[in-house]
């Protein structure tokens, strides 16, 4: 089945100590990415991956970290987390973000909801 | 500053009714939107999406709209059914940027 796969779904920690939320697609997606959703702010683009190796800056990317190490996995490390960071994370994935193929549509995990005290 | 805005919150719909879920935008250079899903405890999942060189779009009981002058789009659904329950998002991408931007959502009820 082509999912993406988020863990852990739910997690709880506390200020400063760091945290790695992996994300792995087995659909052989180009591009990977990452989202927070909080009320009233809908979805925020966190980082973003056109491919291997390659990563750039999203529109809330403050107290993140990603790797692209490998085609199908995009972990999200927040280094040292603080409460302005508790919110519902997702990763998603599509064939491409570039040209003709940036109309393939983002398929999502089931998200990852993160709460730091 | 929101580029994507879907003004209302909620919206809330009987069985076999129209919902008309809106979306707005600032950005001139957007020319293809989207528009997803999402259920509590999922990711969303994508609906129906529209090119710029279009001004309407259709898919079952789906059917998305696009004004350019105005900057507007909106996703109509006919008939409404009690499984469209859900949080809805657009979402648009510019030419000239990897990015896609999404709106906050609307939250659609439908009751029996």
């Known amino acids: 089945e082509a999912q993406v796969t988020q863990n852990p779904r739910y997690l709880i920690t506390v200020t400063g100590k760091k945290l790695t939320v992996t994300c792995s697609q087995n659909?052989?997606?180009?591009?990977m990415s990452w989202y927070r959703q909080d009320p009233g702010l809908g979805l925020r683009q966190i980082y973003y991956?056109?491919?291997?190796?390659?990563?750039d800056k999203g529109d809330v990317p403050e107290g993140y970290k990603v790797s692209r190490k490998e085609k199908r996995n995009f972990p999200l490390i927040l280094e040292s987390p603080s409460p302005n960071q508790t919110s519902l994370y997702f990763c998603?994935?599509?064939?491409?973000?570039?040209?003709?193929?940036?109309?393939?549509?983002?398929?999502f995990g089931n998200g990852t909801r993160l709460t730091v005290t | 500053d929101q580029q994507v805005k879907q003004n209302s919150p909620s919206l809330s719909v009987q069985e076999g009714r129209i919902s008309i879920l809106n979306c707005d935008y600032t950005?001139?250079?957007?020319?293809?939107f989207l528009w997803y899903k999402k259920y509590p405890a999922e990711g969303p999942t994508f609906l129906i999406s529209i090119s710029s060189i279009k001004d309407k779009n259709e898919d079952g009981r789906f059917t998305v709209f696009l004004n350019k002058s105005a900057k507007h789009l909106s996703l109509h659904i006919v008939p409404s059914q009690p499984g469209d329950s859900a949080v809805y998002f657009c979402?648009?991408?510019?030419?000239?940027?990897?990015?896609?931007?999404f709106g906050t959502g609307t939250r659609l009820q439908v009751f029996p």
């Open positions: 979402a648009a991408s510019a030419r000239n940027t990897d990015k896609l931007i």
């Open positions: 991956s056109m491919n291997v190796e390659v990563t």
């Open positions: 998603a994935s599509s064939l491409s973000g570039r040209g003709e193929r940036r109309f393939s549509p983002l398929h």
């Open positions: 950005n001139s250079m957007f020319d293809y």
């Open positions: 659909m052989n997606h180009e591009y």
